[in-house]
């Protein structure tokens, strides 16, 4: 049974106060009130449990020796281990009247943060527990300061990564494009770009690293300095494969590595030219419904620097839309284990053969969000290109 000493909680903390005999948590609820303290008493193990779970406590002051102890303290060192997986810096005194003090010495071992011996001496008592109070709850403002700045890093850290990623998409002529990234934590390892090199060129790029949060982001602003002055340089993307791998190589730790598509679209011929790192294959799909993989033909970027990339062209078709993604908008898992797929991209699809591509994009991801339960369980990002239907283009670049 709990039994509550009728004390307003004050500035001196809310101590939990664990005993099987009445007459003990008696004298030490009064004591303790006496001193402004506001007390809560339970006179089983499994009651402290309880309490602190759907109760707030600054301190526990409680007895290591129980009736129900097969061996000797048994109960109580188990206690004080199970309190302390709880909460590290919960304050927990533990009290004996065991002459021996080996027992006082465990629990220290297992987290107690002191303790006394029975009968014990009251300002002797309380000074130990103004002195765990002290120390726990200085405990709890440097942990609060420490997470306000971690909170402020990881603030200055997204901003940072969105700076890097385009602010605003160019316009294609004859296309509709859209594309959105959807980190897992504050800062996540998923890169896109889309780029005009010409009038007539557009670069769209998408690249995964393997890994999530800062480790990932750190190593996805090495690939975005990489491949920022290559992309200036008009290389053929196979090339660009090529030097970028080589200046990663250098860059990227053991076991991490890089899954990259880099793709030139020429509107004017309407032929999109490729190469494929190890990424997962981006969708094409035809205005007919039929659907082709851009599948990969090289080694993801990092780990093999003498890797000789190949590209691939296709031919863009009114109507055509043109999904690259990351594999965390594919891999999201609903309660059964069973991921998103690439099959339901191309349903989408091709049950909304007039959504614009910004629309596109928005019914993907919530839909792929929905099948997780709300959330991705990884980076997602994805990029939506579209061939307007019906629109035709002169030499120029312009739409007739």
Known sequence: MRETHAVTPSEM???????DQKHILDALQMLLGSCGFSTEAVTHPAHVLRALETGQFDAVLMDLNYTCDIIAGGEGLELVSQIRSMDSLLP????????????AVEAMRRGASDFTQKPWENQDLLQRLHN???????????QRRAQRQRDEELQEAREIQDSLLPKKLPEVAGYEVAAMTQPLRFVGGDYYSVARISERHTVLCIADVAGKSLPAALLMSSLQAALKPLISQRLAPSELCHRLN???????????FISFVYAVLDSVDNRLTYCNAGHNPPLLIRADGTSTELKAAGAVLGPFP????????????SGDKLLLFTDGLVEACNANEESFG?????????ENPTSSAEELMGLLMRAASQHGGG???DDAS???????????????GGVQ
């Open 13 to 19: 903390g809310r101590v939990l106060i664990a005993d």
């Open 342 to 350: 690439e099959h339901n991209l191309i349903r989408i699809a091709r």
């Open 306 to 317: 003498d890797w000789l990339y190949e590209q691939s062209e296709l031919q863009m078709r």
């Open 92 to 103: 927990v005194v533990v009290m004996t009247a065991w002459s021996s003090v080996d027992p």
């Open 375 to 377: 959330h991705f369980q």
């Open 382 to 396: 994805l990029i939506v290109l579209k061939e307007i239907e019906g629109a035709t283009l002169d030499l120029d």
């Open 246 to 256: 080589r200046i990663l190589c250098d860059l990227t730790p053991v076991g991490k």
């Open 132 to 142: 765990q109070l002290a120390w726990a709850r200085a405990q709890r403002r440097a």
